[in-house]
């Protein structure tokens, strides 16, 4: 049983471009969770989906994020007009149900935008 | 206040020593409770979970406090391979019609040989 997948692993970018991270949750796991880490800082919730819904959006930037979960292939990340303060490690957790089961991390995209 | 609140460190301790994290939260309708380990650029994973009863793997052990609203950490004959940084993780509590997980900021620890 493959582990919470995520790709890429690493990402550069320029500013103005924009991110895609995939995060394939673990088999048997329908509840993703996305997470950012900014160097030497903690986990920062950002978006809980289950496929095809956003459940919550309470940590997403207001502008130039969003995130899907689509009924078929990964969920994904998506960073338009990536900036400076963008780079930090994305890290995708997968849960069997909602909240309070265990969460299973992903080994995270690091992006990096120059 | 934070919903969930650890110490930062860094914790030096030598090899052999024995070392305890505490962290607080704030919401009492919290129902759930993990420690969390992550290594340096490596993604969080379970060390285990927190028991009203209290619970012990091997030489880790950690309690729950409700009264107080804390939980704690004690690694007992500290390795060098211990160095990380270890996440207190706190979930319940209804947030928009689901029960939310909280991650703390963590402790980060080194052993020293």
């Known amino acids: 049983n493959a582990g919470v997948m995520q790709n890429p692993r690493h990402l550069v970018r320029r500013r103005g471009q924009e991110a895609r991270l995939r995060c394939s949750p673990m088999k048997g796991h329908s509840h993703v969770y996305w997470y950012r880490q900014l160097p030497e800082e903690g986990l920062k919730f950002m978006v809980y989906l289950q496929k095809e819904n956003i459940i919550d959006e309470s940590g997403m930037p207001k502008e130039r994020f969003s995130a899907e979960f689509p009924k078929e292939g990964p969920s994904i990340l998506r960073i338009q007009q990536v900036v400076r303060g963008d780079s930090a490690a994305y890290f995708c957790?997968?849960?069997?149900?909602?909240?309070?089961?265990?969460?299973?991390f992903g080994p995270g995209t690091r992006l990096l935008v120059l | 206040r934070k919903e969930v609140e650890q110490d930062p460190g860094p914790f030096n301790v030598p090899e052999g020593a024995t070392v305890a994290f505490n962290c607080t939260y704030s919401?009492?309708?919290?129902?759930?409770f993990f420690w969390y380990r992550q290594d340096c650029r490596k993604e969080p994973k379970l060390l285990m979970s927190?028991?009203?009863s209290g619970n012990e793997d091997g030489r880790f052990t950690a309690q729950l406090n409700r009264a107080s609203q804390y939980i704690s950490l004690l690694i007992r004959d500290s390795k060098l391979s211990d160095s990380a940084t270890y996440l207190c993780?706190?979930?319940?509590?209804?947030?928009?019609?689901?029960?939310?997980?909280?991650f703390g900021i963590g402790t980060k620890l080194q052993v020293i040989p």
């Open positions: 993780v706190v979930g319940g509590g209804r947030s928009g019609g689901y029960q939310k997980v909280t």
């Open positions: 927190v028991y009203s």
């Open positions: 919401n009492s309708a919290s129902q759930s």
């Open positions: 957790a997968s849960s069997p149900s909602q909240g309070l089961e265990t969460q299973y």
